[in-house]
């Protein structure tokens, strides 16, 4: 039974904290409110628990900071030239294994997961229509990061005015090996296609974390692999990016290619790539555990209108200034106006032959710059080239 100071940190820890603004430097951080009612631990995370499930979080773990386990399988990644152009994961190699290197003082990690899948989006349906544009699920509704980073953020101010301790919070932000955290701090499992997957909840979800100076008791047991001899994450990828379990080979993976590329998409994986404009979710789409995943009941991540139905062609035919519009406060941002058009015509050219795509193909084609015109004129070959073989067939 708690006693009297303990029950009283813990009514006081549930009030709203005074302010939403995080504080400005680890310096300037705020000492706990009442140091001589100090909760256990134990207590102090089972507080930090009820912040975050009314936060929209449906689990949260402890983890020490422990990454060893991890570096041979980094090491390997960056040797082999996996990671492609994301030079920054090379650069950042010693603090992604080391979290007290990134915020000195860390000696625990707070990990977060949060349900990211939108209701009655289709994405089956829409995936093998190729008059339309597969989106990935994620990015259908506001940008997850500044969903998650805000939530986090508010949660660490509130264990600095309660319990002192709460470092920083990150999602995918910074160089935290996010899914190593996320395995060590009990929320599942690496999978064969090295996402995060649980067996109740699949793999459909975020995660974030907040680096602590708190004596946390860490996760008692961590997730078992439960992915087994199936092999349905690799064989379903289109380009064969799943070069092995937990081994992706990005410069294959058609999320890398449409997102984090920057230049002219490999000629020989644009047919694979099909009507898929912005990431790719066949890994998550045919593993059998996502069969028990949920729709998530957050309002950010509602689709909005035009992104989770939309036809290739209206999507072409947007202004810069029509993206920009459709596309603000999204993760889609991530990519400019020159990408989403590379990306659209290397789908219109996977499209069944249209007179109508020909002809806007075209139109756009004079005024194009160099990366997107080269695309263009890809995909007007294979456009001709299908209208001239249904002509020959009648």
Same mark, same amino acid.
């Given at each position: 039974?708690?006693?009297? @100071?303990?029950? !009283?940190?813990?009514?006081?820890?549930?009030?709203?904290?005074?302010?939403?603004?995080?504080?400005?430097?680890?310096?300037? *951080?705020?000492?706990?409110?009442?140091?001589?009612?100090a909760a256990s631990p134990a207590e102090q995370l089972a507080v930090i628990e009820g912040w975050a499930l009314a936060a929209g979080f449906d689990a949260i773990g402890v983890t020490d900071i422990d990454l060893e386990r991890y570096r041979a399988h980094l090491d390997a990644y960056l040797a082999a030239g996996h990671h492609g152009e994301m030079d920054y994961l090379a650069r950042n190699r010693d603090k992604r294994l080391a979290p007290d290197q990134l915020v000195p003082g860390t000696t625990r990690v707070i990990s977060a997961r949060m349900p990211y899948l939108p209701p009655d989006t289709e994405p089956l349906r829409i995936l093998h229509d190729p008059t339309r544009a597969y989106v990935s699920r994620y990015t259908l509704g506001r940008d997850y990061? !500044?969903?998650?980073?805000?939530?986090?953020? !508010?949660?660490?101010?509130?264990?600095?005015?309660?319990? @002192?301790? @709460?470092?920083r919070a990150f999602t995918d932000s910074a160089p935290?090996?996010?899914k190593g955290l996320g395995a060590k701090a009990g929320l599942g499992w690496i999978g064969k296609h090295t996402l995060l997957l649980d067996r109740d909840k699949g793999s459909w979800f975020f995660l974030g974390e907040i680096f602590v100076n708190l004596p946390l008791p860490v996760t008692a047991t961590e997730a078992e692999n439960q992915c087994g001899a199936c092999r349905a994450c690799m064989t379903v990828c289109p380009t064969d990016a799943?070069? @092995?379990p937990q081994q992706l080979d990005a410069r294959r993976c058609i999320s890398y290619l449409t997102i984090e590329h920057r230049g002219a998409i490999p000629e020989a994986l644009r047919p694979a790539i099909g009507n898929r404009i912005f990431g790719c979710d066949d890994c998550q789409l045919y593993c059998p555990w996502n069969r028990y995943a949920q729709a998530s009941a957050e309002p950010?991540?509602?689709?909005?209108?035009?992104?989770?139905d939309a036809s290739l062609l209206a999507l072409f035919r947007w202004s810069e200034a029509e993206f920009l519009q459709a596309t603000e406060g999204s993760a889609i941002r991530r990519i400019d106006?020159? *990408?989403?058009?590379?990306?659209?015509a290397v789908a219109l050219g996977n499209a069944p032959p249209d007179a109508a795509v020909v002809e806007?193909?075209?139109?756009?084609?004079?005024? $194009?710059?160099?990366?997107?015109?080269?695309?263009?004129?890809?995909?007007?070959?294979?456009?001709?080239?299908?209208?001239?073989?249904? $002509? $020959?067939?009648?």
């Open positions: 039974m708690l006693g009297l @100071g303990e029950r !009283k940190i813990i009514l006081r820890a549930m009030q709203p904290p005074a302010s939403d603004q995080a504080p400005a430097s680890d310096q300037e *951080r705020p000492a706990p409110t009442d140091p001589e009612s990061h !500044k969903v998650l980073r805000r939530r986090l953020a !508010k949660i660490c101010e509130r264990i600095n005015a309660t319990f @002192g301790g @709460g470092l935290v090996l996010e799943i070069i @092995g950010d991540f509602a689709p909005r209108a035009g992104l989770a106006y020159t *990408r989403w058009r590379r990306n659209l806007a193909l075209q139109q756009a084609r004079s005024d $194009a710059p160099p990366l997107v015109r080269e695309h263009i004129d890809w995909a007007l070959t294979r456009q001709r080239a299908g209208l001239a073989s249904a $002509a $020959a067939d009648r």
